[in-house]
C-alpha cells in the first residue's frame, strides 16, 4: 500500500515509518522539520519504498496531490511539547488545528483511510483514573496557555468525528499517553529523555514541582503496532481509543530509575512549575489510561516495561554521547 506520514521525521512519525516500511509498504513522509529530525529517517533515504517531502501540512495544494495519491494518512504533524506551547502558543493552535482540518477535508474529498493522534492532555484536570475515552474533559481557564494544546486537540477530535458523522469518513481518533522510547529528544520539555540525558552525564537531574505527580509511560514499540491496527480495523472508525501502557510511576520514583539504570551520581533538584514555565502553571497530578478499549477492539497490550524505556533510552543517548565524543577527539 501507498502511505502517507505528515510528520513522519518526528519521533513517533519515524518509528511508524520503520514498521510500515519494513512490512514491505510505500511511504510518503512530508515534515517540515520543526521539532523532527533529519536524522531519524536518513537511515531509510536509500530505500526506494521512502520518499521524504520537506514542507508543511498547511500546503494545501501539496497536500490534495499527496492525499489523493495514497491508501493510507497517519497525521502525526502536530505542535509538541509543553516547553513549546508554552512559548508559541499561536502556532501550536494554528498547527494542530489547520493541520488536521487540511487533512481531514482531502482525506473525506478522496475517501482515504486516515488516523488523527490525539492525546492524554485531553483529559484536563481529572482525577477518576483510569480515564475513560468517555469521561467528561475538565480543562483550565483560557489565559493559562498549557490548556491549548488540549482544546487544539480535542477540537481536532470533534472535526474528525463530524467527518465521521456527515460522510462516513474512514477515521481513527488515538488518545495518546505519554510515548517514549529511542530518538525522543528532551529539547522540548519531554521528560524521561531529559532526566536520563542528564543522568548519562552525571549532571543534576531537575524536577519540576515535587515529584510526586505520576505518569504512564509507554514504548514507541509498543504504540506504533497499536496504531496501525486501529487504522486497519474497520470496527475503529469513528471511535476515540486510548493508547499507551497503564504502569503508573511518580516523577520521583521515574528520577531514581533513571539514576539506578545508568549507574549515575546525578543528584535531584526540585524546581517550581512556575519558575520553569511562568506564572500559573497548572499540571496534573495524575494520568493513568483505561486500555481496555484498546484491548477489545485489536488486542492492543504492551510488552516493554517502563525499565525497558529507560534502557532503550539510554542506549540511543550513550551512541550519541560516544559519537560525539569522537567527533571532538579527532
Ligand atoms: N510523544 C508523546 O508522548 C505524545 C503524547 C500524546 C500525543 N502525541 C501526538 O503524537 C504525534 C507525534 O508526536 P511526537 O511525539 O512524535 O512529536 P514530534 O515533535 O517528534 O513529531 C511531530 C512532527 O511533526 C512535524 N511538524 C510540526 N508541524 C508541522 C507542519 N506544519 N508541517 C509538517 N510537519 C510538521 C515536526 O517537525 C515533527 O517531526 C503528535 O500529534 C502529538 O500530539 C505524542
Redesign the pocket.
Known amino acids: 500500500m501507498k502511505i502517507l506520514i ?2 513522519g ?5 519515524s518509528h511508524l515509518a520503520d514498521k510500515l516500511i519494513g512490512d514491505g509498504h510505500h511511504v510518503t513522509v ?7 529530525r533529519y536524522s531519524n529517517i536518513a537511515h531509510l533515504e536509500e530505500n526506494s519504498r521512502f520518499r521524504l517531502i520537506i ?4 500546503n494545501a495544494a501539496l497536500m490534495e496531490e499527496l492525499i489523493r495519491e495514497t491508501d493510507r494518512v497517519y497525521h ?6 509543553v516547553r513549546l506551547i508554552m512559548e508559541q502558543p499561536v502556532k501550536t493552535i494554528e ?1 494542530i488545528f489547520h ?1 488536521t482540518d487540511t487533512v481531514l477535508k482531502f482525506c473525506s474529498r478522496y475517501r482515504k483511510r486516515v488516523l488523527i ?5 485531553v483529559y484536563g484536570k481529572g482525577i477518576s483514573v483510569p480515564f475513560h475515552e468517555d469521561d467528561d474533559l475538565l480543562t483550565g481557564a483560557t489565559d493559562k496557555h498549557r490548556w491549548a494544546y488540549a482544546c487544539a ?1 480535542t477540537l481536532d477530535e470533534f472535526l474528525a468525528l463530524a467527518h465521521w458523522k456527515e460522510t462516513q469518513l474512514p477515521v481513527v481518533v488515538t488518545r ?5 522510547g529511542p530518538r ?1 529528544t528532551g529539547q ?1 520539555g ?1 521528560v524521561v529523555p531529559r532526566f536520563v540525558q542528564a543522568a548519562l552525564k552525571n549532571e543534576v537531574i531537575e524536577v519540576h514541582g515535587d515529584g510526586t505527580q505520576s505518569r504512564c509511560f509507554g514504548h514507541v514499540a509498543d504504540v506504533v503496532e497499536g496504531l496501525t491496527r486501529l487504522l486497519e480495523t474497520p470496527a475503529c472508525f469513528g471511535q476515540v481509543v486510548n493508547l499507551g501502557n497503564s504502569e503508573e510511576v511518580s516523577i520521583n520514583d521515574l528520577a531514581e530509575r533513571a539514576i539506578r539504570l545508568t549507574r549515575s551520581s546525578s543528584s535531584i533538584k526540585y524546581v517550581p512549575y512556575d519558575e520553569v514555565y511562568g506564572e500559573g502553571f497548572e499540571d496534573m497530578q495524575r494520568r493513568v489510561p483505561s486500555l481496555e478499549k484498546a484491548r477489545s477492539l485489536v488486542g492492543y497490550k504492551p510488552t516493554r516495561t517502563l525499565d525497558d524505556i529507560i534502557n532503550d533510552v539510554a542506549a540511543d543517548f550513550s551512541g550519541d554521547i560516544a559519537s560525539s565524543s569522537k567527533q571532538a577527539g579527532s
Do not use: C
Open positions: 505528515t510528520g521525521a518526528g519521533f513517533i512519525g512530508i515534515d517540515d522539520l520543526s521539532t523532527g514542507d508543511t501540512v498547511l502525526m504533524a502536530s505542535a509538541v511539547g498547527t493541520g493522534p490525539s492525546t492524554s492532555e486537540k495518546l499517553f505519554n510515548t517514549v525522543q522540548y519531554m
